[in-house]
């Protein structure tokens, strides 16, 4: 198949195509009066679908996806800025969970919701790994304090910057502040050097901690935890990622044991207009 084909039938020939591709892709055909792509479009195309997607009429199939597979926009389902406002208000960072799985499917829905955050060049370069067990989340969070005793014997400034002292004491006495004692973590991961990974990542994981809270559940950037993983050998085994791949995220998962009942007042935005 052609980068995309157009169904005669159904185009316009309005160019709405032509103005919303993101690599000006398209032209109109003066003689067809039909959109067609530039001589080398394929080395230009990010298949992301825009061409698809924003056409009013469906006349337009790209190669990675047809019109028939990316569903319509329902209109009642977008929210109000209030709606968003509170939404994000209201997301709060989940220390303490349940001592309760969270189901397998629920992660996964999650994870298939989160995958529709936005990456450079639509490049899509996250992965994601389940730290399912919580036996294994304990022991990764045991590696993390031996990272932290380790810095504080160097007398390294992260660990006084961090009161990694304190940490290490809370841990000690049986409560853990790497990762809250939440029953999963999951972790984002991606090629190392690819530029627009650590974006891809947060964002991402941004979107999975917005979307958590409609599942019922509750996360918590694992910060800690994401900074032992790509610097502390043992931490570096212990997740075994792919050849190549960096830890860009991570965040624990969980049915949170309280709920919160005000919204929390944070500093005024300093915005300078020029
Ligand atoms: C990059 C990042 C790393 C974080 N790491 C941790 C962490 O390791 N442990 C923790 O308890 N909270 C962590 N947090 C949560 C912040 O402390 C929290 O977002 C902040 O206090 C505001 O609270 P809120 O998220 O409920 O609005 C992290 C947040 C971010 C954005």
């Not at 009429?57 to 569903?71: F, K, L, Q, V, Y």
């Not at 529709?116 to 899509?124: E, M, R, T, V």
């Amino acid at each position: 198949m052609t980068l995309f084909s157009v169904d005669e039938n159904r185009c316009k020939g309005e160019g709405i195509c032509v103005d919303e591709c993101p690599a000006r892709n398209i032209v109109i055909n003066e003689s067809t009066g039909l959109p067609e792509p530039i001589p080398g479009a394929e080395e230009f195309c990010i298949n992301c679908g825009h061409c698809v997607v924003v056409c009013p009429h469906g006349a337009i199939s790209h190669r990675s996806m047809s019109p028939d597979e990316c569903p319509p926009v329902i209109k009642e389902l977008t929210f109000n800025p209030e709606h968003v406002e509170h939404l994000l208000r209201a997301r709060r960072s989940i220390r303490t969970y349940k001592k309760k799985h969270v189901e397998k499917e629920k992660i996964e829905r999650l994870i298939h919701i989160a995958r529709y955050a936005p990456s450079g060049h639509n490049l899509q370069p996250v992965r994601w790994l389940v730290i399912y067990d919580s036996d294994r989340v304990s022991h990764l969070a045991s590696i993390v304090m031996d990272w932290m005793r380790e810095l504080i014997k160097q007398k390294n400034p992260l660990a006084i910057l961090l009161h990694m002292d304190r940490l290490v004491e809370r841990w000690e006495s049986g409560n853990d502040p790497i990762c809250r004692g939440a029953p999963h973590v999951i972790v984002t991961h991606a090629q190392a050097d690819e530029r627009t990974a650590q974006p891809a990542c947060t964002i991402a994981l941004t979107y999975l901690d917005l979307t958590a809270p409609s599942f019922g559940l509750g996360t918590c950037w694992a910060g800690y935890f994401h900074a032992a993983s790509n610097i502390w050998p043992p931490m570096q085994d212990a997740l075994n990622l792919p050849d190549g791949h960096a830890c860009f995220g991570a965040m624990m998962i969980g049915y949170p044991k309280y709920t919160y009942h005000r919204l929390p007042k944070r500093n005024t935005p300093q915005i300078t207009w020029i």
